[in-house]
């Protein structure tokens, strides 16, 4: 899969790019990130990219042009390619969203800054709006490193096992049940036993129990719409 990320600062995704997970996927070349500065496309001795906005008031905005010539210059590798707009005021970014996306040949991200683009680069230029949460950044630039790290993750290849994503919170609509490692004992906390019973049935069965019970806990609202079988409804109403 191949990410294209339109931004005024391209250099702050070099250490992203390059080390762990993504980096490694980059050099296996499964995936593939392609940086392009905007301001390569602002015209003019100075390369501005921004104005004052129309109707006066305070902050600045950054202009079609530079940003829809960009576009115009991004290779198209598939017709299976969206163009997103990082905003706050777009649809909020989830993991049904990350798997749409995973399914994409090519991912093409702009990235906002100051008071956000002219209007008029979403009519016609924009597939797509998405926001990562309810707050306000300084810029789309983390917001792009979020999605490609959540969709990246979920191309095929990527992580070293093909299931260690499918047990991930929010795969099945539960946050996932906790992990242990060495030592067995940690300043006098132990291990759960379950655990190292060498029980699969019995630490199958914990799992799910402490999956639910942490769903139940801390986001109940998950719940309503996770798909929940006959043995998780009868641990839930115990937990109840
Ligand atoms: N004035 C805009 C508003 O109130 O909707 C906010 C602009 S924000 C300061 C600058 C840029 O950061 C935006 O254009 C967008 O690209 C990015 N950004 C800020 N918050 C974001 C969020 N929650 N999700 C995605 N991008 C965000």
């Given at each position: 899969?191949r990410?294209?990320?339109?931004?005024?600062?391209?250099?702050?995704f070099a250490?992203?790019v390059?080390?762990?997970?993504m980096?490694?996927?980059?050099?296996?070349?499964?995936?593939?990130?392609?940086?392009t500065?905007i301001?390569?496309h602002?015209?003019g001795?100075?390369?501005?990219?921004?104005?004052?906005?129309?109707?006066?008031?305070?902050?600045m905005?950054m202009k079609?042009?530079?940003?829809v010539r960009?576009l115009g210059?991004?290779?198209?590798i598939?017709?299976?390619c969206?163009?997103?707009l990082?905003?706050p005021q777009?649809?909020?970014f989830d993991?049904?969203?990350?798997?749409e996306?995973?399914?994409l040949?090519?991912?093409?991200?702009?990235?906002g800054?100051?008071e956000?683009?002219?209007?008029?680069?979403?009519?016609?230029?924009?597939d797509?709006e998405?926001?990562?949460?309810d707050?306000?950044?300084?810029?789309?630039e983390?917001?792009?490193?979020?999605?490609?790290?959540?969709?990246g993750?979920l191309?095929?290849?990527?992580?070293?096992?093909?299931?260690s994503?499918?047990?991930d919170?929010?795969?099945?609509?539960?946050?996932?049940?906790?992990h242990?490692?060495r030592?067995?004992v940690?300043?006098?906390?132990?291990?759960?036993?379950?655990l190292l019973s060498g029980d699969h049935?019995r630490?199958?069965?914990?799992?799910?129990?402490?999956?639910?019970?942490?769903?139940?806990?801390?986001r109940?609202?998950l719940?309503?719409?996770?798909?929940?079988?006959e043995?998780?409804?009868?641990?839930?109403?115990?937990l109840?």
């Open positions: 899969m990410f294209d990320v339109l931004t005024l600062f391209p250099d702050l250490p992203f390059e080390q762990g997970i980096g490694r996927a980059v050099q296996q070349g499964k995936l593939d990130v392609c940086l500065n301001r390569d602002a015209r001795a100075h390369r501005v990219t921004d104005d004052r906005p129309y109707g006066g008031g305070s902050g905005v079609a042009g530079p940003i960009a210059a991004v290779e198209r598939s017709d299976r969206r163009v997103v990082l905003t777009g649809r909020l993991q049904d969203l990350a798997w996306l995973a399914d040949d090519q991912l093409i991200l702009v990235c800054r100051y956000g683009v002219d209007e008029r680069v979403l009519k016609g230029f924009v797509q998405v926001s990562i949460g707050y306000v950044l300084s810029g789309g983390s917001a792009a490193l979020v999605v490609m790290d959540a969709v993750r191309v095929p290849g990527v992580l070293g096992s093909e299931d994503n499918r047990e919170s929010f795969e099945d609509g539960l946050l996932e049940h906790p242990y490692t030592p067995r940690f300043e006098g906390r132990e291990v759960p036993e379950v049935e630490i199958r069965v914990w799992r799910r129990a402490q999956a639910l019970k942490r769903t139940l806990e801390r109940p609202d719940l309503e719409r996770a798909r929940l079988t043995e998780d409804r009868r641990i839930l109403s115990e109840k």
